[in-house]
């Protein structure tokens, strides 16, 4: 079965800390691997996205994420977290024929202390 | 990159009215859309697959006849919350694919369906 694994419900960093958020997939296909963000009360915005290539992908906000297929892992980091960056993270996974839904982690949410 | 539009962004109704929610995609044509909901601090749960001309499918556990889904063209899909009752309160997300290039979903704003 697809699925995927956000091991950390809610994780508290500082300010200019450093960051990792686990995603973990299982997925029949080749996988395509996706992080989004969400703010409260607002919708889903894309940070950054796997198709194939150079297995670490940078996004938006200075994120980056790195595929490892052999720990089927798409982490995401963050050298030096701000204030901003307190939210939801979803990682979720796909594949990019047969438009199939993609299918979503259950979420870590992003505590920044000063 | 894709747009997806949806309308409205936020709805309140009494209950056992209907609400009818509309997902475009702006700048692309989409043959699958998806409808997905989410309740408060959980990860979206996909309610059915919206294909063009033809029926939706439904993911198990949702009820159809109170969740209709039209995808009238390759640009809109429609979500009607029929007689809607408070526990049908919830934040709504629509996608589309962009069969071109890499086939990749692109997500609407979402709607808040608030219903008193």
């Known amino acids: 079965a697809q699925s995927v694994t956000q091991p950390d419900i809610h994780i508290t960093v500082s300010e200019g800390a450093s960051l990792e958020l686990r995603c973990n997939y299982s997925y029949g296909a080749t996988p395509y691997l996706f992080w989004y963000v969400q703010s409260p009360g607002q919708g889903l915005q894309l940070l950054l996205k796997y198709f194939s290539g150079d297995t670490l992908v940078q996004g938006i906000k200075g994120f980056e994420a790195e595929f490892k297929r052999s720990q089927s892992s798409f982490n995401l980091r963050k050298p030096s977290v701000h204030w901003s960056d307190a939210a939801e993270y979803f990682c979720a996974v796909g594949a990019l024929a047969g438009n199939t839904p993609l299918v979503f982690g259950k979420g870590t949410r992003l505590s920044v202390i000063a | 990159g894709a747009v997806v539009s949806q309308h409205p962004s936020r709805v309140i109704c009494k209950s056992g009215t209907s609400v009818k929610i509309e997902c475009r995609s702006l700048d692309f044509q989409a043959t699958t859309m998806f409808w997905y909901r989410q309740f408060p601090k959980q990860s979206l749960m996909l309610m059915a697959t919206?294909?063009?001309?033809?029926?939706?499918?439904?993911e198990q556990g949702v009820e159809k006849d109170k969740f209709l889904i039209n995808h009238a063209s390759l640009t809109l899909s429609t979500l009607t919350v029929t007689s809607a009752h408070p526990e049908d309160s919830s934040f709504y997300i629509c996608?589309?694919?962009?069969?071109?290039?890499?086939?990749?979903?692109?997500f609407g704003p979402g709607t808040r369906l608030t219903v008193l």
């Open positions: 996608s589309a694919n962009d069969p071109v290039g890499y086939n990749e979903q692109f």
């Open positions: 919206s294909n063009e001309g033809s029926k939706a499918t439904y």
